[in-house]
């Protein structure tokens, strides 16, 4: 599978707990979770 790792995802509001959890679990809305996923990226 290639990944596009140029290609900008928008994940916030669609259930995903990395973008959608921020305040909750740090206590802020403006950070950079650090951690990089498989669906981070498109699968095309």
Same mark, same amino acid.
Do not use: P
């Given at each position: $599978?290639?990944?596009n790792f140029d290609?900008?995802?928008n994940r916030m509001k669609t259930a995903?707990?990395?973008w959608?959890?921020?305040e909750t679990r740090f206590g802020?809305? !403006?950070v950079l979770p $650090?951690?990089?996923a !498989? $669906? !981070?990226f498109?699968?095309?």
């Open positions: $599978m290639n990944y290609q900008e995802i995903c707990e990395k959608d959890d921020l802020v809305k !403006d $650090m951690w990089v !498989d $669906m !981070d498109t699968g095309k």
